[in-house]
């Protein structure tokens, strides 16, 4: 009988090691929950691992994440008082292990799984593949809490509920950008001569200071054999090197971001040769709203040999194919490019925007006669979505118009109306904000000469100037829809 009792306790230990490990699993899944690093860590993931939604759902999922913990630990768990699980089956099986003593704040809503949820939902809005997943990794979270005997299974429930409606809460603050291109024209006039195939008369330069990968020479002249590849010297003169290839191509090129890409759109609308696009800065807009976003994509476009009107517009006669502006956002850039060096792009972006907010003024301006304070006047190449804040994509790029938004410096408060009002929804009705389209407007500054910004470049512009669409357009190179 003693043997039959150890060899049942033998199999009985053995039987119970898997469930140990996956106790232990889901104890460690919990803790890395704890502060939301979990999350931080994927956003992380995403990205790193290049493209322009996946980095939108990392910032939508962090920002879903963020308004459902601040729910879901303010309001709620003050409002609803809800002792913890009495002590039974599920604290006992994981007792002893790290990470499982019970917290003294109330059971409803545990935190963790409003997070997770929400990042799920927000993440998974802006790339549909990661939904599923995310949302298995965030039940996983919730069920490790009550695995563990910290919540009971409603308030789990009750978290998901809190995390979806913060997921889609972002829509209406910040809406999801659409994967398809914007609508363009196929023109009715090709171009004088195109290229072959192989990419014959195409002269492409390639700027590495702006983000373009060590490899985007080689791959194209592996896509297009016969096209010349000019690969600048970090540091070196783009504006010299496209006038180069202007001269000898019948097609320029550029592969890098959009301040790149605005230059060699002058030099190409200057000499009357459509532009050859390649996607190689860190947003690349432009690119992206032609419907470029590789390199292989825009070596097809060559190939197929599709060429398109697009409009391009005009501040003070330079060009720009994106967006331009005056007031605080250029301080913003400028403030930026003296960091960025030092301590990277984006840590660079955070400083100057809280240096800026702290130091900024309006400027005095004379808007087609109109005397005025503004904070910040962004002028969109086309009409851009959302209308309001955060104007993030096209859905045309040659309806003709230019799309101005103003944020009033003359209302008291203005910025913190600016921001109460995108909180809620109700930019629309803020006096502070104003949004129109035209063709053109005269600017004249009360202040002296203007820093200027287009395409994300900033320059120094006069007292006085105009912003308007560019009578000829612009040809690029596009693939199929």
Not at 129 to 145: F, N, T
Request: charged share 20%.
């Amino acid at each position: 009988m003693r043997g039959l009792g150890r060899i049942h306790r033998r199999l009985s230990r053995r039987r119970s090691r898997p469930s140990a490990r996956v106790d232990e699993g889901l104890v460690l899944l919990g803790r890395a929950a704890d502060g939301s690093k979990l999350w931080l860590g994927v956003a992380a993931g995403l990205a790193l691992s290049g493209g322009r939604f996946r980095r939108r759902a990392a910032l939508r999922g962090l920002f879903a994440a963020g308004l459902a913990s601040a729910v879901a630990n303010g309001p709620v768990k003050v409002a609803v008082r809800r002792r913890r699980p009495v002590a039974g089956w599920p604290s006992r099986a994981l007792r002893g292990l790290p990470g499982t003593l019970t917290p003294a704040s109330s059971s409803f809503p545990p935190g963790h799984s409003a997070a997770g949820f929400a990042f799920a939902v927000g993440a998974g809005q802006e790339v549909p593949a990661l939904a599923a997943p995310l949302m298995v990794v965030a039940g996983m979270v919730g069920y490790s809490r009550v695995r563990s005997g910290i919540h009971h299974p409603s308030d789990v429930a009750a978290a998901a509920a809190i995390g979806a409606g913060a997921g889609l809460l972002t829509r209406r603050l910040w809406p999801v950008a659409p994967h398809e291109p914007a609508e363009v024209r196929t023109t009715l006039e090709r171009a004088e001569v195109e290229p072959s195939p192989g990419g014959a008369g195409l002269v492409v330069v390639v700027n590495p200071s702006a983000g373009s990968s060590g490899r985007a020479a080689e791959v194209l002249r592996a896509e297009l054999p016969e096209a010349e590849v000019v690969e600048l010297e970090e540091g070196g003169d783009l504006q010299s090197a496209l006038e180069k290839a202007a001269a000898k191509g019948c097609v320029i090129g550029v592969a890098g971001g959009d301040g790149s890409v605005n230059a060699a759109a002058a030099i190409a609308a200057d000499n009357d040769k459509p532009l050859f696009v390649v996607p190689g800065g860190t947003l690349n807009h432009f690119a992206f709203a032609l419907g470029l976003e590789s390199i292989a994509d825009a070596a097809q476009a060559v190939r197929d040999g599709r060429a398109v009107a697009v409009d391009r517009s005009v501040i003070n006669g330079h060009t720009f194919v994106n967006t331009a502006s005056i007031g605080n956002y250029v301080d913003l850039v400028d403030a930026r490019e003296k960091l960025e060096h030092r301590i990277g792009k984006w840590p660079a972006v955070v400083v100057a925007l809280l240096g800026v907010l702290r130091t900024s003024h309006p400027v005095e301006l004379e808007i087609d006669g109109r005397r005025r304070k503004v904070w910040m006047m962004f002028i969109g190449n086309c009409r851009y979505h959302p209308s309001g804040f955060a104007p993030s994509w096209r859905e045309r790029l040659d309806d003709g118009q230019l799309d101005v938004r103003i944020v009033d410096g003359t209302h008291p408060w203005s910025r913190t109306r600016l921001l109460l009002s995108v909180m809620t929804g109700r930019l629309a009705n803020c006096g502070a904000y104003e949004q129109r389209f035209v063709r053109s407007l005269h600017v004249k500054s009360l202040e002296g000469r203007l820093r200027l910004a287009r395409d994300g470049e900033t320059f120094d512009g006069p007292e006085e100037f105009t912003i308007a669409k560019a009578d000829d357009p612009l040809l690029v190179y596009v693939p199929e829809p």
